[in-house]
Nanobody
Framework: VQLVESGGGLVQPGGSLRLSCAASGFTFSDYAMSWYRQAPGKERELVARIFSGEDGTYYSDSVKGRFTISRDNAKYTIYLQMNSLKPEDTAVYLC???????????WGQGTQVTVSS
């Protein structure tokens, strides 16, 4: 099983980034996919989740209206479009796969997002 995140980097406040998470080694369409983030000295936080049916999503209050999660089951990939970025969005962003029937959970290594002028 592999989850490989990409797309992180340094961006100015108000800017945008698009993260990707490429999955392999499991039946992607059976899994809810999520983005978490962890800033230094803080607990890991659930940012957004998209369920296996593609039409169900969840967003934390801190990103609602600014971030959009999507998935492409044919490409085994999820995305996180992040707009209107703020310095407090600075964190390592991690991809998670959670089986909706198997209860298996997998994590990627993360990609750094830094929002700074």
């Amino acid at each position: 099983v592999q989850l490989v995140e990409s797309g992180g980097g340094l961006v100015q406040p108000g800017g945008s980034l698009r993260l990707s998470c490429a999955a392999s080694g499991f039946t992607f369409s059976d899994y809810a996919m999520s983005w978490y983030r962890q800033a230094p000295g803080k607990e890991r936080e659930l940012v957004a989740r998209i369920f296996s049916g593609e039409d169900g999503t969840y967003y934390s209050d801190s990103v609602k209206g600014r971030f959009t999660i999507s998935r492409d089951n044919a490409k085994y990939t999820i995305y996180l479009q992040m707009n209107s970025l703020k310095p407090e969005d600075t964190a390592v962003y991690l991809c998670q796969a959670a089986g909706e029937m198997s209860l298996s959970v997998y994590w990627g290594q993360g990609t750094q997002v830094t929002v700074s002028s």
